[in-house]
């Protein structure tokens, strides 16, 4: 699963370019903002179950040291061994009519009992199927949550049984709860259910992890469970289903509806189990002869080989890389809207939250491809071999974080890959703040609480310390002859370990202990001196020892002289205090400890930085990282000497280096303003979109605008950009092609703006274009604005664009402006007939406002009964207006 707040937090780690990229963080944080309204509901009831569980008789043998609850692998005492369902859906009430075949065997011991998670079913019927075909109604037990079953006899080990289960499931009627990892715990769910909101989809799909899919068929909801699946699916004959496995056919009924009948062949975890309905769009390719499809919204149906065109040579390259072939019969990737998590990795059946939307020129701004790798990855670590429990998450989720890099080195080449690691340290680094647990942990709240940067991102880091201890060939034969042995089982961490054990022919308990079964990471500062040809490097582990294991650390000190020349020392660091004596025999200019960024960690030097070490680090020290810290740097250090340096990594061969360095060049402190003016122009016509983007921003500035505007050839030179800028596929640089326009040009922007379609134009864009038009407000411009706000199909972006552009604008704009009134019309449009209750309270909250709230228009309409308004949020501004004209 890729969470949706790591997506976010990594979107915000990014530069802010423009208005644009403001936009989107925006439409993000109304998604995080809901979530954690969630987490918070969901954090007090943890503390409730925290204080019931240490308060009870006895428990103390099962609370951690840290007040945490022991989480054991869940006992099983029957094996599922066979699922079959025949669903179909009641669409107003939001229910799901099945059936359901399960075919058992005791685990082991003699039972005479299952148990079975159904989360608010109403049972109708229950039944042993004989193996002559006649059935017995078995008594049973159930409490909403746990089915106990009373079969008709005690059956050993060696005997199977069939259990027939009639059902209505009701995922609308249980209480909601939810986190960080999963919003929502309904595990089905119904979009637009009754129709009634414009431009939204009618859709239903699943969410099962981490044990939700229980909430619309029985099973023993456990990743600890393996069984295979079919699946027969009624839906009115205007919708494509996608499930698990293979498609065997399809039957049309006389009543307009069809049924869709799946199997899966290869056993699987319930929580894996998926379908989706919905009016999708289907792009059909294929890898070595087998099905590789993307279903979307008809409208973005046409870029779905831009969006996903890359699976199959993802395919490849695992296949290849581990040794073991994609294990489906299938691959299929959907996307659908409202999804309560990033993706999730159901066998064959991934579904993508619908951020995945996006047109070829979005995707010049930024793709998601991370995440299609993530979930197909999962196919060989999670789905194919899966983690006994919760606690062994990282089998999972670190493998399908770190297959991000193992996808970038091969496609993009090592600098992009060991900048997505270096972001992964980052995440992780910035959660151990106050988040300081152990990768694999048997104590924690709920399962929730394991969807983490530790589990995620500081899994990664991780496996790829492992893989340059190891090194390359025993990294993947290892994962090789792991996948091999646990093929469709479960697996915890320690048989991982003994895998890479029998490979190496070395004890790794002590790297599986630092890394993975202790919380922390080192803290290391070191220093160096030379005599002679000898250059002795001191480094010391700082972390806290009482919190921290003390880290047996390898890695490489790169030595580097003025020239550049530089040599290489494999070391291995096994106390505290150590100190390297290196031959060197010219004159230490630099000295880097790993230089190679194999470790997760905080490497500290003592040395003091300069300008010229940097200077030495950013053109000779070689890797991501040691580029990427030079530049930082350079830039918080600004001097002629740094800016000569900076100015070189304009032309780095990576972008993002590129545009970190034209991001930090300072055009107030330079000596050189020509000279960096000179260059950001260069760079507005870059390979890549986001340079030319930031570069183009840079002749927005007023100050920049004062410097150049009376300077005939900067005129002709900014024009020649703007009109390259509005003619660019990037919106990203459009955007700023744009702002720069109303700058230089105002209007020829103006002009510009008002041709835009809001069902047309990509609303990051247009998000751009209102807050021109608010800028020069007239009649015309203030009608064209609400036109667009109006416009727009999406409720988060018309709550942003209210929210932020219109409302922050609006604050400069005195109340008699000729284009107010437009405005408040507008407003009042929307107060009256948008579905989206947020929406209208938020227009409702603009005109509440001083400045606004004593027009006769706002007035009179605050006057008028609202007796029908039904959300309370909005009433309540309703009653505190008449209070107000009282």
């Not at 009624?234 to 919708?239: C, L, S």
Request: proline letters at 3%.
């Amino acid at each position: 699963m890729r969470k949706l707040w790591i997506i976010i937090i990594s979107a915000l780690w990014l530069i802010n370019l423009t208005s644009c990229e403001a936009y989107l963080q925006a439409r993000q944080a109304r998604k995080l903002e809901k979530t954690m309204e969630k987490e918070l509901q969901s954090v007090e009831k943890e503390e409730g179950v925290k204080e019931f569980e240490a308060n009870q008789e006895g428990a103390e043998s099962n609370i951690h040291p840290n007040g945490l609850p022991y989480r054991p692998v869940r006992t099983r005492t029957n094996d599922i061994l066979h699922t079959k369902l025949a669903i179909s859906f009641d669409w107003k009430n939001r229910r799901v009519q099945g059936k359901a075949w399960l075919t058992v065997k005791p685990y082991f011991y003699p039972v005479s009992f299952l148990e079975l998670d159904a989360q608010t079913f109403d049972i109708h019927a229950l039944e042993l199927i004989k193996p002559d075909g006649t059935r017995q109604k078995l008594k049973y037990e159930y409490d909403n949550k746990l089915l106990k079953i009373t079969l008709d006899k005690t059956y050993s080990a060696s005997e199977e049984y069939q259990i027939y289960i009639d059902y209505t499931a009701k995922p609308y009627e249980k209480p909601e709860g939810g986190g960080f990892a999963v919003t929502s715990d309904r595990g089905l769910f119904f979009i637009n259910h009754d129709g009634s909101q414009k431009n939204v989809p009618q859709q239903i799909w699943t969410q099962g992890e981490t044990s939700w899919n229980s909430c619309w068929f029985p099973t023993f909801d456990h990743p600890s469970e393996k069984t295979t699946e079919e699946i027969e699916i009624t839906v009115d004959n205007k919708f494509v289903t996608i499930s698990n496995g293979a498609k065997i056919k399809s039957e049309v009924h006389p009543d307009g509806t069809r049924t869709d009948y799946w199997k899966m062949e290869k056993p699987h975890s319930p929580y894996l189990f998926a379908l989706a309905v919905g009016e999708f769009g289907e792009y059909k390719d294929t890898w070595r002869g087998k099905e590789v499809n993307y279903y979307l919204e008809k409208k973005y149906a046409p870029y779905a080989k831009a969006i996903f065109g890359n699976t199959p040579e993802m395919l490849e390259f695992f296949s290849t890389r581990l040794g073991v072939d994609y294990p489906w019969e299938k691959y299929a990737q959907v996307v659908v809207r409202e999804f309560v998590s990033g993706a999730m990795e159901n066998t064959t059946c991934t579904i993508f939250f619908d951020e995945m939307n996006m047109d070829d020129r979005e995707l010049l701004d930024g793709d998601h491809e991370d995440i299609i790798a993530h979930e197909l990855f999962h196919h060989w670590f999670g789905d194919y071999v899966t983690c006994e429990s919760y606690a062994n998450l990282a089998l999972n989720e670190s493998f399908a974080s770190y297959s991000e890099y193992l996808w970038d080195e091969h496609k993009y080449g090592k600098d992009k890959a060991d900048a997505h690691l270096y972001d992964d340290m980052m995440a992780y680094m910035m959660e151990a703040n106050w988040k300081k647990v152990p990768i694999i942990r048997f104590h924690y709240n709920n399962e929730d609480d394991m969807f983490d940067a530790h589990s995620y991102q500081k899994g990664a880091c991780v496996l790829h310390t492992l893989r340059n201890y190891v090194g390359d060939s025993a990294f993947f034969v290892s994962l090789n002859r792991y996948l091999n042995q646990y093929a469709m089982k479960n697996a915890e961490i320690h048989q991982l370990r003994i895998v890479f054990e029998e490979t190496t022919g070395e004890d790794l308990n002590w790297f599986f202990n630092q890394w993975f079964l202790s919380p922390g990471h080192p803290e290391v500062e070191y220093d160096y001196n030379q005599i002679d040809k000898k250059v002795a490097v001191t480094a010391r582990q700082v972390q806290s020892l009482t919190e921290n294991p003390l880290f047996r650390l390898k890695f490489r000190i790169q030595v580097t002289d003025e020239a550049g020349k530089s040599v290489y020392y494999p070391v291995e660091m096994l106390t505290q205090d150590t100190t390297f004596t290196l031959s060197f025999s010219g004159k230490a200019a630099n000295v880097i400890l790993d230089s190679d960024g194999v470790l997760l960690g905080e490497m500290k030097r003592l040395d003091g930085f300069t300008s010229s070490k940097m200077r030495n680090q950013y053109l000779y020290g070689g890797g991501f990282r040691s580029r990427s810290e030079a530049i930082d740097y350079l830039s918080s250090e600004y001097s002629p000497e740094s800016e000569k340096t900076l100015l070189e990594a304009t032309r780095d061969p990576y972008a993002p280096l590129r545009l970190n360095a034209l991001a930090t060049l300072d055009y107030g402190k330079s000596k050189q303003k020509d000279v960096l003016l000179g260059r950001a122009f260069e760079m507005t016509k870059d390979s890549d979109a986001l340079v030319r983007s930031l570069a183009t921003s840079i002749f927005k500035e007023k100050a920049i605008y004062n410097k150049l505007q009376s300077s005939p050839e900067w005129r002709t030179k900014v024009d020649s950009l703007i009109h390259r800028a509005l003619n660019d596929r990037s919106y990203s640089v459009l955007g700023n092609g744009l702002a720069v326009a109303n700058v230089w040009n105002k209007p020829l922007a103006e002009a510009f703006v008002l041709k835009l379609d809001p069902k047309k134009d990509n609303s990051s864009f247009l998000f751009t274009g209102i807050g021109v038009l608010l800028e020069n407000l007239s009649e015309i411009n203030a009608k064209k604005v609400m036109e667009i706000i109006q416009g727009l199909e999406e409720g988060n972006e018309k709550f942003y664009i209210l929210n932020t552009s219109l409302r922050i604008r609006l604050d400069d704009v005195p109340a008699n402006d000729p284009g107010v009134k437009s405005v408040m019309e507008g407003l009042i449009k929307i107060a009256e007939n948008e579905e989206d209750a947020d929406i209208r309270a938020v227009a409702l909250d603009i005109m509440m406002g001083d400045k606004f709230f004593s027009l006769p228009i706002v007035k009179a309409f605050f006057m008028q009964s609202h007796e029908q308004e039904k959300n309370e949020k909005v009433s309540r501004i309703y009653r505190e207006a008449k209070k107000k004209l009282q």
